[in-house]
């Protein structure tokens, strides 16, 4: 099944404790949907400046089967993000985001992109994120992810976001803003009564937490001895994610829980090259080696009852 994003393509000028990157091919919609197109095809929604290096973008992006009738070249800058990570790699800091050409964007989606199924709505301006719902038929799954700039700035609209997807992607210092619960067991019991029925709660190097009314599971984050540059991990587990239940086109809970794995896994990758430099070079036999990996390290026999 065809999957749709819309969401932020960026220039990302990023520094790490190991090296910096200027002006690199980034944002939510771009790691979504380079880490995606492992699973199934992907429709990108967006805008670009002027200043963008299209060329390049296409190039990355058009190889893996991703469709850009839907990224606008609009006139003006191009969406900026600077950040920065210290020893803790969890959390970004924003130095700086320049929405350029994002603040006047007024999504409009071409006619095959009407139909998609299953549809994520990255981290950008959850006014835009409405827009590009308002325009899809009947999708089947929708789920978006957002950030602390939005929730912020556009609380309001976020809320009723929150009332229109099946599931919301956030991690856990995002959640605790949103919901103003110290708690995350709350702070998704909070969200779960606003809209999503399931509710994804990550938390960078400790795992993700996927919740629904009735059930909690979790995943770990794949232990990885050298992490370069943590962008993009939560827009990549994203794709992982979508990408795999739009390919098997199966919502029940088992499927779910594989998805979470599956996003994990290239939430794992993502991390060990700037910019999508990794996305682009990781084969299928790498992802279904790292899952089988993911599999060893939470089995365990359960022995004899005490
Ligand atoms: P993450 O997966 O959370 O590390 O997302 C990293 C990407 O988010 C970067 O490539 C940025 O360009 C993009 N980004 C940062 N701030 C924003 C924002 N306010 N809205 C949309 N995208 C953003």
Redesign the pocket.
């Given at each position: 099944m065809p999957l749709l994003v819309v969401?932020?393509v960026?220039l990302?000028s990023v520094e790490t404790p190991f090296g910096k990157a200027d002006e690199v091919l980034?944002?939510?919609a771009?790691?979504f949907s380079a880490s995606a197109s492992h699973q199934t095809s992907v429709k990108l929604v967006g805008v670009v400046g002027s200043d963008y290096p299209v060329d390049k973008l296409d190039e990355a992006l058009r190889t893996r089967g991703i469709d850009l009738a839907g990224l606008e070249r609009a006139e003006g800058e191009s969406?900026r993000?600077r950040?920065r990570y210290r020893h803790d790699l969890n959390s970004?800091e924003?130095l700086e985001?320049r929405l350029g050409v994002f603040s006047h964007f007024r999504p409009k989606l071409p006619e095959q992109f009407k139909s998609a199924r299953y549809v994520f709505l990255a981290?950008?301006?959850p006014r835009l994120q409405l827009q590009v719902l308002e325009q899809v038929d009947k999708p089947k799954f929708v789920a978006c992810d957002t950030?602390n700039?939005?929730i912020e700035s556009r609380r309001g609209d976020l809320m009723e976001l929150l009332k229109h997807v099946d599931l919301i992607t956030l991690n856990d210092g995002e959640a605790r803003q949103l919901t103003e619960q110290a708690n995350l067991v709350q702070a998704a019991r909070w969200i779960l009564a606003r809209g999503p029925k399931t509710v994804l709660i990550k938390k960078g190097e400790h795992g993700a937490f996927m919740f629904t009314k009735d059930s909690i599971f979790y995943a770990p984050a794949y232990p990885l001895e050298a992490v370069f540059d943590?962008?993009?991990?939560?827009?990549?587990f994203a794709g992982g994610f979508m990408g795999y239940l739009a390919r098997t086109d199966d919502l029940s809970e088992a499927n779910l829980r594989r998805a979470v794995v599956i996003g994990s896994a290239m939430g794992s990758f993502v991390v060990e090259a700037f910019s999508i430099t990794r996305l682009l070079s990781v084969t299928r036999d790498d992802i279904d080696r790292r899952v089988a990996d993911f599999h060893r390290l939470v089995s365990f026999d359960q022995g004899m009852p005490s």
């Open positions: 969401g932020s960026a990302d980034g944002g939510s771009t790691y969406f993000w950040g970004a924003t985001t981290n950008i301006d950030m700039f939005w943590p962008t993009g991990a939560g827009d990549s």
